[in-house]
């Protein structure tokens, strides 16, 4: 299915519609620009970017996986559909919903799996709360 463009109104979106989407495109660019620097971290230093003892009982041998991981699922999926909300696809508006969502969810199983809870992960479940309620608020919008 091909993405399509909001249609074109002449006026452009109205204020609170820009400001909604500048919030969004901003919040979901900070999370790519972290997901991407972090995976791309953890890939180059698989055995000391954090220590080990972290991956105890996870499977993991190394932070490779998770690195890649991170890198893919909290770098590259944002970073694509903040560029589709620049673009003005349709697609953006169920993107932010899943990057909202995806966002908490990865918090929530790193926070269950590693077994270890900081400031950060906090800090990234709220950015993940606050993509998911704007691009309910989006939707709900459009």
């Known amino acids: 299915m091909a993405a399509t463009r909001e249609p074109a109104t002449g006026a452009g979106p109205?204020?609170?519609?820009?400001?909604?989407?500048r919030a969004l495109v901003s919040l979901e660019a900070l999370v790519s620009v972290s997901g991407l620097g972090g995976g791309a971290y953890l890939m180059a230093r698989p055995t000391t970017a954090m220590p080990m003892r972290l991956?105890?009982?996870?499977?993991?041998?190394?932070?490779?996986?998770?690195?890649?991981?991170?890198?893919?699922?909290?770098?590259?999926a944002p970073g694509v559909v903040a560029v589709a909300a620049t673009r003005g696809l349709r697609a953006a508006r169920v993107g932010?919903?899943?990057?909202?969502?995806?966002?908490v969810a990865w918090i929530v199983v790193e926070m269950l799996w590693v077994v270890v809870t900081w400031p950060l992960q906090i800090a990234y479940a709220s950015i993940g709360?606050?993509?998911?309620?704007?691009?309910?608020?989006?939707?709900?919008?459009?």
Do not use: E, K, N, Y
């Open 55 to 76: 991956l105890d009982g996870t499977g993991f041998a190394s932070w490779r996986l998770p690195g890649v991981a991170l890198f893919v699922l909290v770098g590259v």
């Open 14 to 21: 109205a204020p609170r519609g820009r400001r909604l989407q």
């Open 129 to 142: 709360v606050a993509i998911l309620v704007l691009g309910l608020v989006d939707r709900r919008a459009g």
């Open 96 to 103: 932010h919903l899943l990057v909202g969502a995806g966002l």
